[in-house]
Structure formats: structure tokens, C-alpha cells
């Protein structure tokens, strides 16, 4: 294949679409009597009409305009590192490339950020389950956001489409229909109490009188509840309930259930419930709860979003077993064929016994108990919630009840407080619908929808508004949708009503309040999934392909990627030095990752911190989890390439620019390239001198992760070549031919020799620290404000590294310097320093 080492594209490819000559704003008197013949004598050959040097081209620019901020902020970043023009060309004289450097910076300033940006999909859902009170997951019906730089709170990626007023229109409508004021509760509600029921199984038929289908799996338990059998990852048995919708089949189903975990005998692993519902996988959830204790777990769906069939929507739960174990005293069940045996055995799966004639409290498997159950097809929800406490008054059919229900809805809605004068528009439709005939439910669903159609909700207010409460307000805001993936609460508003929200100590208290919720999940997953583009496949793979565990391989790959996650979490949480994202001596693990890396003693699917063994090859930090290895491997053998330029564009920020189009094909495993060296391979690469240019760095980086096979296993050996097999999800990956040591010796992009993956670790946290922190800071710019940081912005990041430096770059402080800065705030003096 050809060697495509980067889905996102860097600031280098970008430029390729700049805008032509004339596009927007005037020419710069300057630009054309100074900088012009400047770029020409210095930057022209190398980036002009003839020759693009990683996809850069400088001779179309005139002056620094909003399209082409980034491009310029990558020049200045390039003149004041000295890195261009390169040391072997003719260089300006001191003078000459300040009066350049300060032009641009002035121009920048000049032409501003313009903060105001649309929510993604994400931020969308949760705002309208903030407003409407509902637990939907909104973003399903919505279209997929753009990326800058591989984020998706990017303002140049979130463009309106062109179909996205129909398709906004029908997830607002979706949203209001799901809400009440003076309208009853209405339709069926399928509850049972299976726990103290005394036949559960015949508690549940009693719903086909009202329509509802049951297909029976589990068995009853009186005082306990329906126990769901466990099955293997591949078994269809399963508790199926389907029950009846409406005609339209629109609103919203609500499933709530109340599980608990039932472990007859020691060395049973947890339980794990599957939900699904009209042919929507839900939730792979550990079940922990106790009979006394147990969990209580809530769905809402559309049912537009569902498979409806003609007796309903079905709603599925099943037990299912995602952990080989053992119990003393059973032999392990062998799904191999005693004929052909798998080289190797099948490995350890589950113990065999006879479940008609073993007592359930003697099983040796592990039980999820169905203490209750309910199911409402047709929900729709008294509003304001009831735990709002919201001082609407007595609600009537009259225009104060009007007023009052909408002034909440707005105020809610827009994240700031709303005037009368913005409220009119809303307020006269809905008095115009009720001129038509309309309910005062169906009126006032009607402007609440406009609301949401409105600017002030699906865009998020830049900090720099001309009026200084909607400003506050809009700080209040950037900080919810950058830390909880939500509007603000009630904190956040109070200190905005009180103008509190630019006082740096005031911030430092907000960032560590917010990151300390558990909602921070909501910024630390899509954060770390989209830095270190972890959306990309994961590989389990097994020498054999009839092993048994490939029935393992959702929840090892699930927990693989929360590793990664989790780490940086717990980095945020203890504020912990941005050198142990390299190096240190813990990582996150559960029982799943503990059998991947050869670890015993961890029970359970939660992911806690364990210190590693002194012989753990892979050491902490990210770069040895599995996750992020194997995802490296999908696209093919090019490991090397892969994991090289990953590396360098995502924690050395060296981005490499992409492939030329004419490069040819490298296969390892092809006709005479089967059983070369991968060096060797490379090596005739380079000699193509269009790889050259970027091979030479990319290369000599990805052989310090040789050690890690296609399913990030240490390994201390390769083959010379490997057969891959895959059935039905199955994948074999064989070494074939003589085996080899592993090859690691390898190079650093600015000189620096290494022989093993430790000694490469340890030379990024000496020799390129300041260059990974740079980079970071960046994406935490580009996440919360939605652009890339400019001249101005880059300054304030290098005042952060400076004071943070003798601590260590500790990460949550990082983000408290972010969240100070001009980008954050939209400010343009300088933000506070803590005194040293």
C-alpha cells in the first residue's frame, strides 16, 4: 500500500487551499513595498509557483487576512526558531527579520479571531438535554462535524451544510414533543417489581394482555428476581420484550431497570449486561450491585432513531461472559475439535458443568438478577423538571404562564440571562399560534422550537461581546463546553452575573472544580480519542484462528483504548508532570488489560492505577499501551511508517507533510520484498528522493516501537514474514520463516541514537519535553476556543512553559494557563501572571 501515514492533515496541507489573490480585505501598503520582495528572496525557491517544499506555498499571499492566519502564524513560529530560512540559504539581517516578525504579529492583531462558533454534535445533544430536561442522546439524528486539526470543536469545521436547517428542524421538533405543561401523562407504562414477585417469568407474560411480546430467557428466583443465564459473545439468547408504539412511530421510549449481581461461588468474574433496543447496542455495562444495593440504569432513545417492527420496538438484555476464568473444581470447557486440535489448546475460557442439573446457587457463572423493569413507549415530561425548583408560579392556561415558562426556557436555552426586548419575537409567535387554533402545550412547543433554532443556542457567544454581561456569560460557557461537554451550572452562572469570570484565581478555582466532576469524562475522552486519533481500529489477533479468544476481543479492545484515556485522566486528576505521558512506573488497568500484559491479582473491569513490575519491558506512559500500538498495525505491514510519523505529529509536534500521490507502493510481504529486513525495505524507500525529504525522520523514529506485535504484545523476535487469517471477525496472524531479535535501533529527528524503546522514552523526556508540551498546549487551544492559536497566543503559551517549567509542565496546571490566556478569554493584553 501506499505509505499514508496521516489521516488528519497539518498545517502544511492546509495552505494548499489559501485564498487567491483579492479574496477578502485589502492589500497592506507594507506587504507589497516590504514583506513581498521579503518572501520573494528568501522563501520563493523553496515555496513559490514551481516547487512547494511540504505543501507550502508563499508567492499568492497579500497581507494577512482571516483565511490565512494560521499560514502566517506558522511562518513567524518558523523565522523566530531560526529553523527558516534554512542556515544553508542567504540569511536576513537581524533588523530586516524583525521588522518582518513584528508586521505580522501587528497584522494579526488587526484582523482578530473572530470567537463566535456553532456547537458540534456532542455539545448540541447535551445542551438539548440541559434544556428539555430528557436523558436522549440528541446527536444521532444530527450530521457529522468537520475537524481543524483533527478536533471537532473547530469554528472552520462546524460550517453550516446546506441540508442542516431541515435536519435541525426535525431534532428540535423531536426535542419539544417531548415535553408537557398542562397536558396529562399519557400511554402505557410496562413496570414490574420482579423481586418480590413470586414467578417472574409469569409476572412478564401478564403484559401481552396490553400488547407487549415476551420471549422468555432467565429463570425466576422469589425474594431475588430473574436471573439472566450468562452466554459466550456470539450466543443469541437473550431477554427479549417487545412492546407497542405509536402509530407514527416518534417520541420517546424510556427503559429504566434495576440489576444487581448474583456470583455463587469465588473466581467468578462480574456479570456484564448488554442492552439493546430496536436493533440500537446501548450499554456493555459491569454489573457490581448487590441484592440490597443494587444499580438503577436509565435509557431514553427516539424511536425515529430505532428499528420499529410491526409488534413494536424491542427491547433485549443479555448476560454475556467477556473474561476467560476458572472455578476450582471444574474442568474448563474446550471448544476445539478433538480431531483437529488447536496448535496450542484453545486457552482458558470457562468452567463446564450441567445447568439442568446443578442448583443455580452452585453454578459456577455469573448471574445479572432483574430485580425490576419498566418500559415506557410514549414518554413525554412534565416541564420545568421537578428538581429544577424553578419559580414558575401555578401553571394555567394564560399568557402569565406563558411568559414566565418561556422566559425559563430562553434564559436556559441562550446560557444567559435574556431581556424583554429578546424575548417579544417568541412571546407574539406564540400568541399567533394560538390565534390559530393551537393548545397552549402545542403553542408553546412551537416557540420554544423557534428558540432553539435561534443563533444564541446553537452557536457558542465569544467572549470579546461588545456587552459585558453576554461576555461573562459566554467565559461561563466556554469553560461547561470545554471541561463537562455541557452548558454551565449554576456556579458558573452566578460568578458570570457577578463579572468574576477574568480574575485568573477565580479561573484556577473553576478549572480545578470542573475537572474534578466525574462529568469531566466528557472532556478527557473526546480530547484524548481525537489528539492521538484513537478512533482507528484495534486488532486482536491469535496464532490460531479457532482459539477461543476472539469472544473476548470488544471488551480487551474497549478496555485497551480506556487505558489510554484513564492515564491522561489520572495525569489531569493529580496534576501530575507532562513527562510521565513518556515515562513513568504505573499505568491504568483492569482484568481484562492484566491478562493482555501478563499481570495477575486485578479482579474486575474498573480501571484503577498499578504500579508496574521493574521488568515490564514497556514501562509506563502512553506510547507502550497496547491500544495505541495496535491501532498503528490495521492499516497494514508499514509499522514502522505508521508509527513514526504518529509520533512525530502527535507528541514530538513535527508533523510530517503527507505522501506525494506518485509514491510508490511498499509491500512488505510482496515478491521479493518477503523476508527483508524492514530496514532494508526502508532503506531502497529513501533512496527515492521524494520519500527522502520526510522518510529520514519518519523512519529511523517508528523502530524504537518494533518491540510491539500487530495486537501491542511485547515481543523480543520477529519472523520474516506473517500469514494473516480472518473469519467471521476472527483474525490469525502467524509468523512464518526464520525468526530474528527484534530490530530498535533507531534516531531521533535532531541527532539524537537509540538502541531500545527505554532509552528512546527517556531521550523524548530530556531532549524533546519543551517541544511535546508546545504541542499539547496547542490542541488544548484549538479544543477550547475552536481555532488555531495565532502569534499572540503562541507568546502566551511560551510565558505558561517558562513559569511552569521548573515544575515540571504539571498538566492541569497547563490547561489553568490555556484558560487564562488571550485565545481562551478574547482579550488583548496579556493574561495575569501568578507571582514567582
Known amino acids: 500500500m501506499r505509505c499514508h501515514y496521516s489521516k488528519s492533515r497539518p498545517w502544511f496541507t492546509a495552505v494548499l487551499l489559501l485564498l487567491a ?75 530586516e527579520k524583525k521588522a518582518v516578525l513584528t508586521w505580522i504579529r501587528d497584522q494579526q492583531r488587526a484582523v482578530g479571531v473572530g470567537g463566535s462558533r456553532r456547537l458540534n454534535r456532542r455539545e448540541l445533544s447535551a445542551a438539548l438535554r440541559d434544556v428539555t430536561g430528557l436523558g436522549v442522546t440528541f446527536s444521532n439524528a444530527l450530521p457529522g462535524d468537520g475537524t481543524v486539526a483533527g478536533f471537532d470543536t473547530g469554528a472552520e469545521g462546524l460550517q453550516e451544510a446546506s441540508d442542516a436547517v431541515a435536519q435541525w428542524l426535525q431534532v428540535t421538533r423531536r426535542a419539544v414533543d417531548g415535553i408537557r405543561f398542562l397536558e396529562p401523562a399519557t400511554g402505557k407504562v410496562f413496570a414490574a417489581n420482579l423481586r418480590e414477585s413470586k414467578d417472574a417469568r409469569k409476572t412478564l407474560d401478564e403484559w401481552k394482555a396490553d400488547g407487549a411480546t415476551f420471549k422468555a430467557q432467565g429463570i425466576a428466583r422469589p425474594g431475588m428476581g430473574l436471573l439472566i443465564e450468562p452466554k459466550a459473545v456470539g450466543d443469541r439468547d437473550e431477554l427479549t420484550i417487545s412492546v407497542p408504539t405509536p402509530a407514527d412511530r416518534q417520541g420517546v421510549l424510556r427503559l429504566t431497570v434495576v440489576v444487581s449481581a ?30 440490597d444495593k443494587p444499580q438503577r440504569l436509565v435509557y431514553e432513545v427516539q424511536l425515529g432513531d430505532l428499528v420499529v417492527q410491526s409488534k413494536g420496538v424491542s427491547v433485549s438484555l443479555s448476560n454475556k461472559v467477556e473474561i476467560p476464568y476458572a472455578v476450582a473444581g471444574f474442568e474448563n470447557e474446550d471448544k476445539s475439535n478433538p480431531k483437529e486440535p488447536v496448535p496450542g489448546g484453545t486457552g482458558l475460557f470457562r468452567p463446564m458443568f450441567d445447568r439442568r442439573t446443578l442448583p443455580v446457587d452452585k453454578q459456577p457463572a455469573p448471574f445479572v438478577v432483574l430485580q425490576q423493569i419498566s418500559i415506557e413507549p410514549t414518554v413525554v415530561v412534565a416541564w420545568p423538571p421537578a428538581e429544577w425548583k424553578a419559580n414558575v408560579g401555578e401553571i394555567k392556561d394564560n399568557a402569565e404562564s406563558a411568559k414566565r415558562l418561556l422566559a425559563l426556557w430562553m434564559d436556559r436555552a441562550w446560557r ?39 443563533a444564541p443556542f446553537r452557536y457558542q457567544t465569544s467572549p470579546a461581546h461588545p456587552d459585558p ?6 467565559i461561563a460557557s466556554r469553560l461547561s463546553f470545554m471541561f463537562l461537554g455541557e452548558p454551565p451550572d449554576a456556579e458558573l452562572r452566578r460568578l458570570a452575573a457577578a463579572s468574576k469570570l477574568r480574575d485568573p484565581a477565580v479561573l484556577d478555582a473553576q478549572v480545578d472544580r470542573l475537572l474534578a466532576d466525574p462529568k469531566s469524562q466528557a472532556f478527557v475522552r473526546p480530547f484524548v ?6 478512533e482507528q481500529p484495534i486488532t486482536i489477533a491469535q496464532s490460531h484462528i479457532q482459539k477461543q479468544d476472539f469472544r473476548f476481543a470488544r471488551y480487551l479492545k474497549a478496555s485497551m483504548r480506556d487505558e489510554t484515556i484513564a492515564y491522561v485522566s489520572q495525569l489531569i486528576a493529580e496534576n501530575r508532570p507532562a513527562s510521565e505521558l513518556i515515562v513513568s512506573d504505573w499505568t491504568m488497568m483492569n482484568d481484562t488489560l492484566a491478562m493482555h500484559y501478563g499481570y495477575e491479582g ?51 509536534d513535527l508533523p510530517p507533510p503527507p505522501p506525494p500521490l506518485e509514491v510508490p507502493e511498499l509491500n512488505p510481504s510482496e515478491g521479493k520484498n518477503k523476508g527483508k529486513p524492514f530496514r532494508e525495505l526502508l532503506k531502497q524507500h529513501q533512496e527515492d528522493t521524494r520519500c527522502a525529504v520526510c522518510h529520514k525522520n519518519i523512519d529511523p523514529v517508528g523502530f524504537a516501537f518494533q518491540n510491539f506485535d500487530i495486537s501491542g504484545r511485547w515481543r523480543d523476535v520477529e519472523y520474516e514474514h506473517y500469514a494473516r487469517g480472518e473469519l467471521d471477525g476472527r483474525i490469525a496472524w502467524a509468523g512464518v520463516g526464520k525468526t530474528r531479535p527484534v530490530d530498535t535501533v533507531g534516531r531521533l529527528p535532531r541527532g539524537e541514537a537509540f538502541k531500545t524503546f527505554a532509552e528512546f522514552k527517556q531521550l523524548i523526556v530530556k531532549e524533546y519535553q519543551p517541544d511535546m508540551v508546545r504541542g499539547l498546549m496547542k490542541n488544548f487551544v484549538v479544543y477550547g476556543t475552536g481555532r488555531k492559536p495565532g502569534i499572540d497566543d503562541m507568546a502566551d503559551i511560551a510565558a505558561t512553559m517558562t513559569e511552569l517549567r521548573p515544575k515540571g509542565y504539571p498538566l492541569r496546571d497547563l490547561l489553568k494557563g490555556v484558560v487564562r490566556s488571550r485565545a481562551f478569554l478574547e482579550q488583548h493584553q496579556p493574561p495575569a501572571r501568578k507571582p514567582q
Request: hydrophobic share 35%; glycine share 10%; net charge neutral.
Open 21 to 95: 489573490p483579492g479574496s477578502l480585505g485589502a492589500a497592506d501598503d507594507t506587504f507589497e513595498k516590504s514583506i513581498a520582495p521579503f518572501l520573494k528572496q528568501h522563501c520563493h525557491s523553496c515555496h513559490g509557483s514551481k516547487k512547494q517544499e511540504a505543501g507550502v506555498r508563499l508567492d499568492q499571499l497579500e497581507g494577512v487576512q482571516v483565511g490565512n492566519r494560521n499560514l502566517w502564524t506558522m511562518v513567524h513560529e518558523k523565522m523566530s526558531s531560526g529553523e527558516m530560512p534554512p542556515k544553508e540559504r542567504t540569511q536576513p539581517t537581524d533588523t
Open 602 to 652: 486485578i479482579d474486575g473491569g474498573t480501571l484503577r492505577k498499578v504500579k508496574l513490575r521493574a521488568d515490564d519491558p514497556r514501562g509506563g506512559g502512553i506510547l507502550g499501551h497496547a491500544g495505541l500500538q495496535s491501532m498503528l498495525c490495521w492499516m497494514g505491514e508499514n509499522w514502522v511508517v505508521y508509527r513514526g510519523a504518529w509520533t512525530l505529529r502527535h507528541i514530538l
Open 529 to 534: 480519542m481525537q489528539w492521538l486519533e484513537m
Open 469 to 474: 454581561v453576554v461576555a461573562q456569560h459566554a
Open 416 to 454: 444567559r440571562p435574556v431581556s424583554e426586548t429578546e424575548e417579544a419575537p417568541f412571546l407574539k409567535l406564540y400568541q399567533k399560534l394560538r390565534t390559530e387554533g393551537m393548545s397552549f402545550d402545542n403553542a408553546l412547543r412551537g416557540a420554544f422550537q423557534s428558540v432553539l433554532m435561534s
Open 262 to 291: 448474583f456470583k455463587p461461588l469465588d473466581g467468578i468474574p462480574n456479570p456484564r449486561l448488554w442492552v439493546r433496543i430496536g436493533g440500537q447496542d446501548l450499554d456493555f455495562r459491569e454489573i457490581t450491585g448487590t441484592l
